[in-house]
Structure formats: structure tokens, C-alpha cells
């Protein structure tokens, strides 16, 4: 199996734990049996991967998560935690960037009148958030389109598969590594419930360390492993707060929107609050609110 290389121990992770189990060159076999399980393949040579992952350090709004190059194939795998709709798009902009480099770095002129021949795009995403989500979703570039069309002629598409333990079981058991992570996180989870996060990912460490596959590289690497969980953990709560605070202002915008109408109907008060779940005092202050404003 894969040579686990411990030497970048104390180094700070700012990568997602994804990317830092089957992105890095020394887990070529984890990603070859990834790759194998989603292309329906049976490379066999992690020497035949050549991993082109954007890095933030070049290209610092356009990091990815895995990318590479294997048989005229261009792979990009992405892993989210929060659904996210608009992975088409970004995924385009993935590509060009990778196709620009790849043009670069293969000599070809794409301004002669001869054909240029570049790789087959394959673009997955890996979802294990804990929003409920079918096995596979196919995201489509022209959902985004403002006006629909289609004729098909333009089209970008992302699969997207669910890789949350329990979900994709065929995938899983032909990725013993993806079976593993996909475990690993599901304990994360459940010990979280009774524990403080930190334990609770040191305990699942501990668990994984009896596993055939990932499970000592987690081990040998837990320090990273704990920094990276952490920091994603943190950041889907961030991020799950934002949207709870965007949906109650947008909320309160309403209701303010409501009150204004039935205020402008000259509705009392009383049944303005009673209809809109609100005080009359609440009422009763954006009315002088709206009379100060009127008269200034």
C-alpha cells in the first residue's frame, strides 16, 4: 500500500482532510483506488497519475481540491461539506485554468488550423455534509442559466456523489479508502454528540488505527488530522450560522415589508401584531418610524 510519509509532521495543515488523504503524491494508491471506483477502471500503476492540483500559493482564488491526469483524462475531484449548486461554474473555472497549463506545457497551438487534442474532463464531487442528499446528483452548468435553454449545446456538469457512510455502499466497498473516510467521519460525528470536538476526533483516530487502509496514516499523521478537522468543523459552523442569520433577516425583512402594507390599509395595530406574530409596541414604533421619516 501507499509509503506513509510522517517527515511534514509539524508543519501547520490549511488543507482539508480530503485533499490530505488522497491528494498528496505519497497517497497516489489511495487516489488510483478512488479514481478506479468512480471511472468504473483498473489502472493498477500509481506512477500513471500525474497530480496538477492548482496551488494556492499560484493561484490564490482558484485552489482546488484534486486534480490529475491519467490515460488522456483530466480528473477533478472536489469535496464538499455544504451543498453547494454552483459547482459547475466553479468547476469550469477549474478547467480553464488546468487547460491553460496544459496547453502551455504541451506546446499547443491552438491557433493553427489543425486540431489540437487535449484530455477527456472528468469532474466529481464528494459530499458528506449532513444535509439529507440523494447517492448521485448531476449539477448542471445550464440550471444557472438566467434564461433556460435547452438545446444542450452548452453544458458543463459536475456529479456530484454522496459519499456519507451508509450512502453509495457499491462505491464505498470498491474504495476501501473512501470506505474508511467515509467511516472515520461518521465517528467524528457521533463521538462529538457526547464529547468536546478535539476528543472526539482523537478517539475516532484511535479507532481508525485498527483499520487496514487509511486508518495508520490517520494515526501517524493525528496531529494534522485533529488541526484540519478542527478548522473545518469550525468553519461549517461559520458558515451554517451565516445562512441561519441570512434566513432570519431576510425573515424580518418580510414581516417588516407585511407591516408597512397593513399599515398603509390603516389596520390597527392589534391586528397587525396579532397577524404578523409580533407586539403592538413593535407596531407601534415602526408606525412613528415611518411617520418621522414621512414628515422630515
Not at 506513509?4 to 480530503?18: C, H, P, Q, S, W
Not at 451554517?240 to 425583512?253: A, H, V
Not at 407601534?284 to 418621522?292: T, V
Amino acid at each position: 500500500m501507499t509509503k506513509i510519509n510522517t517527515g511534514n509532521a509539524n508543519r501547520e495543515y490549511k488543507d482539508r482532510l480530503f485533499r490530505f488523504v488522497f491528494g498528496a503524491e505519497e497517497n497516489k494508491a489511495y487516489l488510483l483506488s478512488l479514481c478506479n471506483a468512480v471511472s468504473g477502471t483498473d489502472y493498477t500503476d500509481v506512477d500513471d497519475i500525474e497530480i496538477t492540483t492548482l496551488s494556492d500559493a499560484i493561484y490564490i482564488k482558484m485552489k482546488n481540491d484534486i486534480s490529475f491526469l491519467i490515460d488522456s483524462q483530466m480528473n477533478l475531484f472536489e469535496h464538499q461539506s455544504t451543498f453547494n449548486p454552483n459547482m459547475p461554474l466553479r468547476g469550469m473555472e477549474y478547467f480553464a485554468e488546468l487547460y491553460g497549463i496544459y496547453i502551455i506545457e504541451n506546446n499547443l497551438d491552438i491557433y493553427v488550423s489543425s486540431l489540437q487534442k487535449i484530455p477527456i474532463p472528468r469532474y466529481y464531487v464528494f459530499y458528506n455534509g449532513t444535509e439529507k442528499q440523494p447517492d448521485v446528483v448531476k449539477l448542471k452548468l445550464s440550471d444557472a442559466f438566467q434564461v433556460p435553454d435547452d438545446s444542450g449545446e452548452f453544458e458543463w456538469t459536475a456529479t456530484m456523489l454522496n459519499i456519507n457512510y451508509g450512502h453509495n455502499r457499491k462505491l464505498l466497498e470498491q474504495c476501501q479508502p473512501l470506505y474508511e473516510y467515509a467511516h472515520f467521519i461518521k465517528l467524528v460525528r457521533e463521538y462529538s454528540e457526547a464529547m468536546e470536538l478535539k476528543k472526539a476526533i482523537d478517539k475516532a483516530v484511535e479507532k481508525a488505527r485498527e483499520w487496514k487502509c487509511i486508518g495508520t496514516f490517520l494515526y501517524q499523521c493525528k496531529s494534522e488530522v485533529s488541526v484540519m478537522l478542527l478548522t473545518e468543523f469550525d468553519e461549517k459552523k461559520h458558515e451554517d450560522n451565516l445562512i441561519k442569520l441570512g434566513e432570519k433577516e431576510g425573515r424580518e425583512k418580510e414581516r417588516m415589508k407585511n407591516i408597512c402594507s397593513m399599515l398603509a390599509l390603516s389596520l390597527s395595530p392589534e391586528i397587525i401584531a396579532k397577524a404578523c406574530e409580533v407586539s403592538v409596541d413593535y407596531v407601534l414604533n415602526l408606525k412613528k418610524e415611518l411617520e418621522s421619516k414621512a414628515t422630515s
